[in-house]
């Protein structure tokens, strides 16, 4: 069964630095999303990225976060300069067409701690 | 604002007993609703999804949800409840252009 793949699993960072989380989508998929959750809480929406420009954000989806889909499979959150509240499990996810009727493949995550 | 409630922070239940988590959800429009479970340390694991149609859903490991329109609710369940079943399970629904909105999330924890 295909699979949306997320690397790193974990990764630690210092407070100021800039990380990179790497995702690759269903090959055939066309629309991709980021979501973050906060240990053991709720799973939060970022973006949604449709045709290489951003559909829609959060408000937690503030200057320091940039998407890019820099060549045909892979599709990278960049947070510029993290801070402790960064810290959190992020999920990259994809859906072949309109979501509400193709359902969403999750990936297994990043770990991200700031320290 | 779209949203979906999960009054229950943690549903506890005896192996072969049957299972409820429940969720409730307010949109404008007709939903779209999904649950997904989360192992430790793992991601989000898709198990059914209610479009359109039978209001009983029935999808991955034996689970199954029904749509309740009257009541705005999309309970999951299952029949008999298995230890592997133990998990973090969380209600969504699509709301605006495609992305989801998930409940908070309630643990299951199933007794041998």
């Known amino acids: 069964e295909p699979e949306v793949t997320q690397t790193p699993s974990h990764q630690v960072t210092q407070m100021g630095q800039e990380v990179i989380l790497r995702c690759v989508p269903i090959?055939?998929?066309?629309?991709f999303y980021w979501y973050r959750q906060i240990l053991g809480q709720k799973v939060e929406f970022l973006v949604s990225?449709?045709?290489?420009?951003?559909?829609?954000k959060s408000e937690i989806f503030d200057d320091q976060f940039s998407v890019e889909r820099p060549d045909g499979s892979n599709f990278t959150l960049k947070i510029r300069s993290t801070k402790l509240e960064d810290s959190a499990m992020y999920f990259c996810?994809?859906?072949?067409?309109?979501?509400?009727?193709?359902?969403?493949?999750f990936g297994s995550g990043t770990r991200l701690t700031v320290v | 604002a779209q949203s979906v409630a999960q009054p229950e922070d943690q549903v506890n239940v005896a192996e072969g007993n049957p299972l409820t988590v429940k969720c409730t959800y307010s949109?404008?429009?007709?939903?779209?609703l999904f649950w997904y479970v989360q192992y430790p340390n793992r991601g989000l694991q898709f198990l059914l999804k209610?479009?359109?149609?039978?209001?009983l859903v029935k999808g991955s490991y034996g689970f199954e949800a029904e749509f309740n329109k009257s009541q705005t609710s999309f309970h999951l369940k299952k029949p008999s409840a298995l230890v592997s079943d133990s998990a973090l399970y969380f209600c969504?629904?699509?709301?605006?252009?495609?992305?989801?909105?998930f409940g908070t999330g309630t643990r299951l924890l199933v007794s041998p």
């Open positions: 090959s055939n998929h066309l629309y």
């Open positions: 990225f449709y045709n290489n420009e951003i559909s829609e």
């Open positions: 996810a994809s859906t072949g067409g309109a979501g509400r009727v193709g359902g969403y493949t």
């Open positions: 209610y479009i359109t149609g039978d209001n």
């Open positions: 969504a629904v699509n709301t605006g252009f495609q992305k989801l909105v």
């Open positions: 949109v404008s429009g007709n939903p779209y």
